[in-house]
């Protein structure tokens, strides 16, 4: 990439309407039937960071309350089932709306550029670039060997060593609560930060302008909450702003 193309991708990702635009255009079933196989395609999908039955809240599953509180964010999230086993994202005009949202306020063209994980790979870029375009969007694949993928990500010790634009990582939880899960991208220690490019606890105008601030002022006001239905409540928020977010994209529970 040009340093003109490089500081294009870094816009376009920064921006929420560019990020969701991926996220319903990224179909889960046909990623989940490179390992599963088409009749088993939507069996291991999840749609949320916390598993949706993970703590129930009253008589409702924590997905069903996230989901209520979703639609909060834009009409975009109305209706949407979390439960797992089913692609709950996947839509090419919800995606394209978005990615012509994103154009707008980007004024700029954002140029961003084992055999099952290049199967899975090729099948997010197929699924991403067929709905929105790869005039517009282009998923490049970075094949090397596991050495140089473990020293670009499972074993770089700060943040600016993770080098690639989109990450496909995992996390499992430790605990039975929400926490386990969310905290992960808790600016102030968050587990899975660097990942984003971001050190724990260290100032970074990239955290403001892709609003983990607020996240993390979620966190902590859920955290504090001792009354447990109302600390799920509060996590679920937090799940529901983060979903809308796109800073992250579930696909598969392993």
Not at 51 to 59: A, L
Not at 106 to 134: F, H, N, P, R
Not at 137 to 147: F, P, W
Not at 159 to 170: F, I, M, R
């Amino acid at each position: 990439k040009t340093d003109a193309q490089k500081t294009a991708t870094q816009e376009a990702v920064l921006n929420k309407a560019f990020r969701q635009a991926i996220n319903f255009a990224y179909n889960r079933t046909s990623y989940g039937a490179q390992s599963n196989g088409k009749d088993g395609a939507t069996k291991v999908l999840r749609n949320t960071l916390v598993p949706p039955t993970f703590v129930s809240i009253g008589d409702k599953t924590f997905g069903d309350v996230v989901s209520s509180k979703l639609v909060n964010y834009g009409s975009e999230w109305s209706n949407m089932n979390l439960t797992d086993a089913q692609d709950a994202y996947y839509n090419p005009e919800k995606a394209k709306a978005k990615f012509a949202q994103a154009k707008a306020e980007l004024q700029a063209k954002a140029d961003q550029t084992s055999k099952i994980g290049v199967q899975w790979e090729s099948s997010m870029k197929q699924s991403v670039e067929s709905v929105l375009g790869a005039d517009n969007v282009v998923i490049d694949i970075q094949q090397m060997s596991s050495d140089e993928l473990n020293n670009i990500s499972y074993f770089a010790n700060t943040a600016a060593q993770k080098d690639y634009d989109l990450y496909n990582g995992g996390w499992s939880g430790d605990y039975q609560d929400p926490s386990t899960y969310l905290d992960t991208l808790n600016t102030k220690n968050g587990g899975s930060l660097q990942n984003f490019g971001l050190e724990p606890g260290q100032e970074n105008a990239k955290i403001k302008a892709v609003g983990l601030d607020t996240y993390t002022t979620m966190l902590e006001e859920a955290n504090a909450e001792t009354n447990e239905t109302k600390r799920y409540e509060k996590y679920a928020e937090a799940q529901a702003w983060l979903i809308d977010s796109a800073l992250t994209m579930p696909n598969l529970s392993l």
